[in-house]
């Protein structure tokens, strides 16, 4: 079996091809990733020379290239990561997400066509569906919900996903698309919350929070969602949707003091910042579809997860330091 992964040089790509290179021996991995800023060589250092998996550098809008490479590895899955994912960063380059997110997950679905595979994967995001109350705890979207984006982000996620849906219709392609909460763990990018909050702390720096910190999140650490596509891909129905969140909702405030706290820093180093303009209040995804067909439950409480994460960051300075230092990151930016 032969598996395309792309945005595989980024944070949930990356921990996607460790989790099935372990579980699959003999599984063959091709990553394809462009390299921006928030896919970084350095993070697939640990498999770069195992013998059942190749990186190659590419623009999945480079159309004669992906053909070039399907034609050459013949594919049979193909898991779809590649994004540019931060809000702050669409609402600055909307043409930017447009252009990957939405017409480069069309290349890769049209040289699936082309060339034949068994399942395409679409890697999405609960952002969507858009927002819930805060004052509605017991409110949940599903798979059924409407689409109802706030950002050029999510708007350009939910073009591909429409698009996904469209091809499936279309052309018979067996496609799936997962739609997760707010992913966290080893090897992400630190300009989202958890990975800014941890690094800055650990710098005595001031950890800017957006608004008061009282928009809610559905945290889900990075392995659980791993388990999740692995069970979609191979046992999930062709032409579906499957929600998959970590059932772990948090305040950003109360996960700033929480990292605080874990790494004995004081809760003073919390500075507030101008909201986010359309700064969607919570999102919490109904995960009942995942559970009663694949029979997936994520198995990372947040305390548990959270430790593991701080604990990553703590054995390899070297990594996001290296990061940190380039000219990629948004030094203004409130992480989520």
């Known amino acids: 079996m032969t598996i395309f992964v792309t945005g595989g040089a980024g944070f949930i790509g990356a921990n996607f091809i460790f989790y099935m290179l372990a579980a699959y021996p003999g599984c063959r991995i091709v990553c394809l990733d462009k390299l921006t800023y928030a896919g970084d060589l350095s993070t697939l250092e640990p498999v770069m020379n195992d013998a059942d998996f190749r990186f190659v550098k590419t623009d999945i809008c480079d159309r004669e290239t992906v053909y070039e490479l399907f034609a050459e590895e013949k594919p049979d899955i193909v898991v779809n990561f590649a994004a540019e994912s931060h809000v702050d960063r669409s609402i600055d380059e909307p043409e930017l997400f447009l252009r990957t997110n939405l017409l480069g997950t069309q290349v890769l679905m049209d040289a699936c066509r082309r060339y034949g595979i068994r399942r395409y994967h679409q890697v999405s995001t ?11 705890p017991d409110l ?17 996620k939910a073009g591909a996903d429409l698009m996904v849906m469209a091809y499936h219709r279309t052309y018979g392609l067996p496609v799936t698309i997962s739609r997760c909460s707010n992913n966290y763990g080893p090897c992400q990018f630190p300009e989202k919350l958890i990975p800014l909050m941890i690094t800055n702390a650990l710098a005595d720096k001031p950890l800017p929070v957006y608004g008061e910190g009282l928009n809610v999140r559905d945290w889900l650490y990075v392995e659980d969602h791993c388990r999740a596509i692995d069970l979609i891909i191979h046992k999930g129905r062709a032409g579906e949707i499957y929600n998959v969140g970590g059932n772990n909702e948090r305040r950003n405030i109360d996960v700033v003091k929480l990292i605080c706290r874990e790494l004995g820093k004081p809760e003073s180093l919390i500075t507030y910042v101008e909201d986010r303009k359309g700064h969607d209040l919570r999102y919490a995804v109904d995960t009942t579809k995942i559970r009663t067909e694949l029979g997936w439950l994520p198995e990372t ?5 959270i430790g593991k994460t701080i604990r990553w960051y703590l054995d390899n300075r070297c990594w996001w330091e290296a990061v940190i230092s380039s ?3 948004n030094k203004n930016t409130a992480g989520l």
């Open 140 to 156: 949940f979207f599903t798979e059924e919900s409407p689409i109802r984006t706030s950002s050029p982000y999510s708007a350009s």
């Open 126 to 136: 609960d952002e969507v569906y858009g927002d819930l109350p805060l004052d509605r």
């Open 327 to 329: 000219d990629h990151i």
């Open 301 to 305: 409480d947040f305390e548990e997860g």
